[in-house]
């Protein structure tokens, strides 16, 4: 998915599919990504203030916002 730079405030992404997606510089506040796959997604720049990380899915190649821990995050 290519979902760059895309407002995606307040969006109900549990359990989504964004295995590869281009989230890069998304706006992602107070979205649920709960239990989606974010497996190799881009997230650089993204603002996810809010956001919902619980029990998601993510590899090596997931690339997150400067100073985001995903495996201390359940909510940034």
């Known amino acids: 998915a290519k979902l760059r730079r895309t407002d ?6 549990s ?3 964004l295995r590869d997606a ?3 510089d998304a ?3 107070n979205a649920d990504l709960s ?6 997604a881009d997230l650089s720049g993204a603002i996810l203030l809010g ?11 997931t690339r997150w916002p400067e100073g985001l821990d995903p495996t201390q995050a359940h909510r940034v």
């Open 8 to 13: 995606l405030e307040g969006a109900d992404l």
């Open 15 to 17: 359990g989504a599919d």
């Open 22 to 24: 281009d989230l890069r």
């Open 27 to 29: 706006v992602l506040w």
């Open 35 to 40: 239990a989606a796959n974010l497996s190799g």
């Open 51 to 61: 956001t919902n990380l619980t029990g998601i899915t993510h590899d090596e190649r």
